[in-house]
């Protein structure tokens, strides 16, 4: 959305371990998944708060600048 920050969430699908941290703690209800490494986020609702990436217990979200993930969900 355009109220975003500079910044994003970009799941790196390395370390997941389904814990559905990101899922619980998201106030915009963006992230989705299931399986290990398979998480995503809805970058039309996201505002770059950066909750799911503090609080991933395998450091497997960081948050990026905008336009350095474009095209990656």
């Known amino acids: 959305g355009l109220w975003r920050t500079e910044i994003k969430p970009k799941y790196l699908r390395k370390n997941c371990i389904a814990c559905k941290m990101c899922l619980l703690i998201c106030p915009e209800n963006c992230v989705s998944g299931e ?26 979200i960081e948050m990026v600048k905008e336009d ?3 095209g990656q969900l």
């Open 35 to 60: 399986e290990k490494n398979k998480f995503d986020c809805d970058y039309a609702y996201c505002k770059g708060c950066g909750l799911c990436a503090k609080i991933c217990p395998k450091q497997d």
């Open 68 to 70: 350095s993930c474009s």
